[in-house]
Structures are given as structure tokens and as C-alpha cells.
């Protein structure tokens, strides 16, 4: 949402464009990180989660804190816009993972 200055989360005058299913308003890509144990990785990805309009799923055990300082400095002053999705385990994760029509899976390996 631009401000009455004409500024936005990303700037003078930028929107975003999210990805939407139109009969729902359900993005239409969702990030999963599982077991994350770098809290600057999950910054970054939760920013750019939020410039393609994503929902960001966080599934632990993780190796840090959400409210670590240093997750919010890497998502800059974005991260209180992230469409944020935050798990305790893969088992509480599993029936959101089985609403999602298309799957990729990638690993640290490839």
C-alpha cells in the first residue's frame, strides 16, 4: 500500500505485484524452510518472499530465534510485511503442505 507521500515498503512510488489466486486471494507461492540454522538466510529469503507476494512457511526445530535482531536487520525493515507462516515441526506442517496443488522440493544440494 503506497502512503500519502507516495512512498511504500519497497520505495518512492514501487508496489508490489503479488501472485494471487483470484478466487481466493491465496498466494500462489509459498516458500518452506525447514529446519533453518542461519538467521540471515531466512531474513533475505522472507524479503524476497515479500517482493513476489510468497507466503514464507518456517518449519522447525530452528537454530535461532524469530525475533533475533540479526534476522530482522538481514529482512531489513521489511520483515514485519512478510506473509509469515511459523511451524514447530514437520508433523504441524504436513496438512498445509498437502493444500498446495504444485510441489518443487530443493535441497542445500541441488
Not at 520505495?11 to 540454522?37: I, K, N, T
Not at 507466503?55 to 530465534?65: K, N, Q
Amino acid at each position: 500500500q503506497l502512503k500519502a507521500d507516495g512512498t511504500g515498503p519497497f520505495g518512492l512510488g514501487a508496489q508490489p505485484v503479488p501472485l494471487v489466486d483470484e478466487s481466493d486471494g491465496e498466494p500462489l507461492l509459498h516458500v518452506v524452510f525447514y529446519s533453518p540454522q542461519i538467521h540471515w538466510n531466512t531474513g533475505n529469503i522472507g524479503r524476497t518472499c515479500l517482493g513476489m507476494g510468497a507466503r514464507l512457511h518456517v518449519v522447525g526445530p530452528l537454530g535461532f530465534s524469530l525475533d533475533d535482531r540479526h534476522v530482522r536487520r538481514a529482512g531489513l525493515d521489511y520483515w514485519e510485511h512478510v506473509d509469515l507462516r511459523v511451524y514447530e515441526n514437520w508433523d504441524q506442517f504436513v496438512p498445509t503442505l498437502r493444500s498446495f496443488a504444485r510441489r518443487y522440493y530443493f535441497t542445500k544440494y541441488a
